[in-house]
Each structure stands twice: as structure tokens, then as C-alpha cells.
């Protein structure tokens, strides 16, 4: 199986700073990624899919890089919205496998 | 737009059958694959398996075997069938749309306990 490593695991941020969130995979796993945002009693909402690619309505403050065994989500400007937890999940083999996710807070 | 609805029957006792529903909308079943996830205080999102837009499946071999996943494209309907249920299958189980999981269902909470 593929182990999808995340982090941090959790993080107190302030407005306006840059975050950065990662994800390494224990194998190659091409651009196949995508990275979600959980906010509480929600169910998950895809920000970036194929690695880099911002879905439709997503600010451009999140931004998704990477390829092969190495990811990174960046929120460029943190907003008081953006509390919320991350998490990467693993497209290319099975059994498709998520990060156990980044848990960030506004100090 | 795209919909999806999870609906399920909330508690489930220890050994018997978990059955789910996802009804989607706004969309061909036989255009997506559909995927079943569950997120559980244990384990975090797992990925149980799904379903292609051809019909044929894929399952996450920590249930294969107790795991059942099929549709009826006619009712615009996806099924979930896990046989065995113990208490730490409880969790939320959701649904989703394609294979990077661009739609997801409000997802259905359930608990295992007699």
C-alpha cells in the first residue's frame, strides 16, 4: 500500500501568514494527489486535484505543487475561513490511501 | 448540479448487516465511478472501494470480504452492503464522485453497538 505521510499534524497560524502543509508518499505516485479542506461537521471539499490543478471556486491563495513521491499545499494568505483540517489523498493504486491530515487553527 | 445523499440506518448491531444508500442527481452513474469512504476515530478517511461507470467494482482488501458495493443506474441509486459490523466500524460514511473524489455526499453517520 502506498502510506501517504502528512505535516504537520496540526498547527496555530495567524492571519495573513503563509502556510505550508506536505504530503510524501512512500512510493511514486506520479500527479496523481488531490488535498481537501474539513471544516468541523463537514464532509471533505477538494481544493486541488492532479497536484496542482485549483478546482473551480477555490481561491487562488491555495496552491498545490508537486510530483512523484513529494507534495505541498500552500495557503498563501491565511484567512480567518481557513480553519480547517487537510488532507491529501493518494489516486494512483489501490487501495487509494489518504494522509491522516493537518489540523490548523487561527491563534 | 451535482448532488449526492447518503442515507443509512444510524445504529447498526455488532454482527449484522450495514446497509447505505447514496442518490445522486444532476449527473450519469454510468459517466462516474462512485466511491464509498468512511471516516472513523480510529483510522481517519479510508477508502473502501467503488463502483466504474461500467459497472464493474474495486474493493479496499481490509473489507473485501464482507464488503458489497452495486447500483441501479434506473433510480440513480449506489449501494453499500458490509456484513459483519463490529464497533469499530462506527463512524461517517460518505460517498463521492470520480476517481480524485470531486463530489462528496453530506455523509451518514452510523454506530455500531447492541
Known amino acids: ?107 | 448540479q451535482v448532488q449526492l445523499k447518503e442515507t443509512g440506518p444510524g445504529l447498526v448491531q455488532p454482527t449484522q448487516t450495514l446497509s447505505i444508500t447514496c442518490t445522486v442527481s444532476g449527473f450519469s452513474l454510468t459517466s462516474y465511478y462512485m466511491q464509498w469512504v468512511r471516516q472513523t476515530p480510529g483510522k481517519g478517511l479510508e477508502w473502501m472501494g467503488f463502483i466504474r461507470s461500467g459497472g464493474s467494482t474495486e474493493y479496499n482488501s481490509e473489507f473485501k470480504s464482507r464488503l458489497s458495493i452495486s447500483r441501479d443506474t434506473s433510480k440513480n441509486q449506489v449501494f453499500l452492503k458490509m456484513n459483519s459490523l463490529k464497533t469499530e466500524d462506527t463512524g461517517v460514511y460518505y460517498c463521492a464522485r470520480d476517481s480524485a473524489m470531486g463530489y462528496w455526499g453530506q455523509g451518514v453517520m452510523v454506530t455500531v453497538s447492541s
Not at chain 1, 481544493?47 to 498563501?76: C, E, H, K, M, Y
Not at chain 1, 491529501?88 to 491563534?107: A, N, V, W
Open chain 1, 1 to 107: 500500500n502506498t502510506v501517504m505521510t502528512q505535516s504537520p499534524t496540526s498547527m496555530f497560524t495567524s492571519v495573513g501568514d503563509r502556510v505550508t502543509i506536505s504530503c510524501k508518499a512512500s512510493q511514486n505516485v506520479g500527479i496523481n494527489v488531490a488535498w481537501y479542506q474539513q471544516e468541523t461537521g463537514q464532509s471533505p471539499k477538494r481544493l486541488i486535484n492532479w497536484a496542482s490543478n485549483r478546482d473551480t471556486g477555490v481561491p487562488d491563495r491555495f496552491t498545490g505543487s508537486g510530483s512523484g513521491t513529494d507534495f505541498t499545499l500552500t495557503i498563501s494568505n491565511m484567512q480567518a475561513e481557513d480553519p480547517a483540517i487537510y488532507y491529501c489523498l493518494q489516486h494512483k493504486s489501490y487501495p487509494l490511501t489518504f494522509g491522516s491530515g493537518t489540523k490548523l487553527e487561527i491563534k
